[in-house]
């Protein structure tokens, strides 16, 4: 007979074998600085999970440590059931970290780089070429393949990187602020390059301090700050857990604004802000929470607004933005402006190898 012992490790197992990634209280401590403070994960396979978080929240210290880079100073993390400190080779045997791998070298092509990559990898030569066109053109690089990675954009590079960490196809990909930097454009290369590698069957995790990154890609998000997870779920269930959604109005009239945020606040019972275009206010409804009753209160101050003489060039009920949750959840915004550690923190990422 099974002991009660037996039976719970069994559906331990059972369970971490369907997460790529799992942790428990995992703890990483600088001197007196709690960079993660006790962060619980579970992260499904098959899709992209984001980790949300401003500069210094503790993503790069988690990434790391679940790469085996750095030894935890508390708690339990296993990748595909494998602990990370007693069994790191066979959680190395299936990841891989955009930069880890991808020390890619300035003074040759990126065909040069990939192939020399994929001939450390293991490759056989024809072999590691045919990865590298491949990848090239997958990534759109084809053109670039043969001119020297010091003359690449900053989005080539980042398409490049991301290439040589997926040279061997990885079960889990882990991403660290993989478009921090980059433009629009680039931005959205990278994204479908993300969705590419997910439906190829590779788990990523993917770290950002950009809402609309996490809220695009990711099917599950853990929005952390100061080393804890201050909440994790669906990016719909993250933004409906800060209200029903927003009306948001612009008026014909600026000198009408003053009386609009008074309608708003009495026929909404809502907390009315006032927009940095004169004309424009913002609502958001906390009470009831469902779209439909959202969507009544809505029109009731459509109709309330009209009948005050307000004349409204513009009305629309939007989903709160994870930007908005972000605020609501720590009181301060996420993104912040200082874009500039990123190139330091992947080579430190390099030598603490
Ligand atoms: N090697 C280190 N030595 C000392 N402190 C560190 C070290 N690495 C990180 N920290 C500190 O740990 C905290 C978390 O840093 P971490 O790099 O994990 O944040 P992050 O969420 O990746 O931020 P960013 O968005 O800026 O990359 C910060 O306070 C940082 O200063
Ligand atoms: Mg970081």
């Known amino acids: 007979m ?7 490790a069994a559906a331990m197992s059972e369970r971490t074998a369907e997460l790529a990634i799992e942790t428990s209280q995992l703890v990483k401590t600088f001197g007196d600085n709690r960079a993660v403070d006790g962060i619980d994960l579970a992260v499904p396979t098959g899709a992209v999970y984001g980790v949300l978080g401003p500069n210094g929240a503790g993503k790069t210290t988690t990434v790391r440590m679940l790469a085996t880079l750095l030894r935890p100073d508390g708690g339990q993390a296993r990748v595909f ?4 400190l007693r069994e790191p080779n066979a959680v190395r045997s299936r990841v891989s970290l955009t930069g880890q791998y991808a020390s890619v070298d300035e003074d040759l092509t990126g065909a040069e780089n990939l192939v020399l990559l994929a001939r ?8 590691a070429r045919d990865r590298a066109a491949a990848l090239l053109a997958a990534f759109g690089l084809e053109e670039a393949a043969d001119r020297q990675v010091k003359n690449y954009s900053g989005g080539m590079r980042r398409r490049l990187d991301i290439a040589a960490s997926i040279l061997n196809t990885p079960d889990l990909l882990f991403l660290d602020e993989p478009t921090t930097g980059l433009d629009p454009r680039s931005r959205s290369q990278v994204w479908d390059i993300v969705r590419a590698v997910v439906a190829h069957g590779t788990t990523v995790l993917l770290t950002t301090q950009y809402m609309e990154e996490a809220d ?17 779920g669906t990016p719909g269930e993250l933004k409906s857990s800060v209200g029903a959604g927003a009306v948001h109005v612009r008026l014909r009239e ?9 309608v708003l606040a009495r026929t909404l019972d809502a907390q009315v802000q006032l927009d940095a275009d004169p004309v424009a206010l913002t609502a958001r409804i906390m009470d009831g929470g469902t779209r439909d009753r959202a969507a009544a209160q809505a029109s009731r101050a459509l109709a309330e607004l009209d009948e005050a003489g307000i004349t409204v060039d513009d009305f629309s009920l939007g989903q709160p933005s994870l930007d908005e949750v972000f605020l609501a959840l720590t009181g301060h915004p996420a993104e912040q402006a200082d874009d500039s550690e990123q190139d330091g923190e992947r080579e430190s990422v390099e030598a603490a190898k």
């Open 81 to 84: 059931g494998h602990d990370v």
């Open 120 to 127: 450390l990898l293991g490759h056989r030569k024809p072999a």
């Open 254 to 262: 600026a000198w009408q604004r003053e009386q609009a945020r008074q």
């Open 2 to 8: 099974e002991t009660t012992e037996e039976k719970g």
């Open 216 to 232: 695009r890609l990711a099917g599950r998000i853990a929005v952390i700050d100061h080393g804890k997870v201050i909440a994790e």
